[in-house]
């Protein structure tokens, strides 16, 4: 049974419930962190397994997470994000857009407004921070709130259910999750109980 919770719907909402799914920080969004540039948006498409992300809450206890990203035009895609509960075994899903944050830029920066259910496109909410594309990708987000706080989010996609044992798509992720994420807020995504679905 496919149950939609608009509302609750906060594991995959990016930002939109940020003091659930992200981490408060007191301090003002970190400015060091990078960006892919000359971004491959057609390399990019296709389904995604979310194998880590940040979580507060776990009354949202999502698993077996994947995000669906197709075409739409040159800068934006379309997003359908899935999950299952191993706790009460319902789906739910989300649909949305995802839209270049900056189309104008001469080089194209993975800077993307996300947004779901209609939503307006009005947050940059979605940084690639790396991908190889064939193997893993490391979203960040970070919502300034007021002066002296900020709350991040972060998602670690991965085109397959388990990670790959490619060395160098490994070494490449754990170099950055160490450098730019912490690691102390991660909550690691079930997707290998034999009950998840294939969206
Ligand atoms: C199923 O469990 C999730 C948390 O794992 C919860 O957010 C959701 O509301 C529950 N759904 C139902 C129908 O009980
Ligand atoms: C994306 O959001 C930012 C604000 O974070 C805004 O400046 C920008 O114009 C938005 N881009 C699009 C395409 O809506």
Redesign the pocket.
């Known amino acids: 049974m496919m149950?939609k919770?608009p509302l609750?719907f906060t594991v995959l909402v990016l930002l939109s419930t940020v003091t659930v799914n992200a981490v408060l920080y007191d301090r003002p969004c970190r400015t060091d962190v990078p960006v892919v540039q000359n971004f491959a948006l057609t390399r990019y498409l296709g389904k995604w397994y979310e194998l880590q992300r940040f979580e507060k809450d776990f009354?949202?206890?999502?698993d077996c997470v994947q995000a669906e990203y197709g075409l739409l035009d040159p800068t934006t895609v379309s997003v359908r994000n899935s999950a299952y509960?191993l706790?009460?075994e319902?789906s739910i899903e989300a649909i949305g857009t995802a839209k270049f944050s900056f189309p104008e830029q001469d080089i194209v920066q993975a800077k993307l407004n996300v947004s779901f259910f209609g939503a307006p496109n009005d947050r940059s909410n979605y940084w690639v921070i790396d991908t190889d594309y064939e193997h893993f990708s490391i979203v960040w987000a970070c919502e300034q709130l007021g002066e002296d706080r900020s709350s991040e989010g972060y998602w670690f996609l991965s085109r397959t259910r388990r990670f790959t044992d490619d060395v160098e798509a490994n070494t490449r992720a754990f170099h950055a999750i160490r450098q730019y994420i912490d690691r102390t807020e991660i909550r690691f995504t079930n997707q290998l109980d034999e009950r998840c679905p294939d969206f």
């Open positions: 149950v919770f609750l009354q949202t206890n999502y509960s706790v009460n319902t």
